[in-house]
């Protein structure tokens, strides 16, 4: 089992910045490829992000391409997710998740939510235009 906690949301305008950590606890951190996903008002929750136990791989939707950045500190059992160039459309609450992989695939990453085993309990994002 593990836990999930994320923080670093908040209110920005337009063009601002964020960083979002998932911090883990409970079984071995090292042991599991990340997600981010996010859910708006009325929406279905959609991808956002992923990356392999190795880091060697990332994977991002289309529309944050370019703006949002990806990464994991195996030593600090955190993922992030840099935000930038941040957008009204944004807006949403963002969850990390965690699946637990084997060592064949260390290098996997993946993008669907019945993937993932765990989950966070979310954190709010707002972009004001």
């Known amino acids: 089992q593990v836990q999930l906690v994320e923080s670093g949301g908040g209110l920005v305008q337009a063009g601002g910045s964020l960083r979002l950590s998932c911090a883990t606890s409970g079984r071995t951190f090292s042991n599991y490829a990340m997600g981010w996903f996010r859910q708006a008002p009325g929406k279905e929750r959609e991808f956002v992000a992923a990356i392999s136990w190795s880091a060697s791989r990332t994977h991002y939707v289309d529309s944050v391409k370019g703006r949002f950045t990806i990464s994991r500190d195996n030593a600090k059992d955190t993922v992030y997710l840099q935000m930038n160039s941040l957008k009204p459309e944004d807006t949403a609450v963002y969850y990390c998740?965690?699946?637990?992989?084997?060592?064949?695939?260390?290098?996997?990453?993946?993008?669907?939510?019945?993937?993932?085993?765990?989950w966070g309990q979310g954190t709010q994002v707002t972009v004001s235009s």
């Open positions: 998740a965690a699946q637990a992989v084997t060592y064949s695939r260390l290098t996997y990453y993946y993008k669907e939510i019945h993937e993932y085993d765990y």
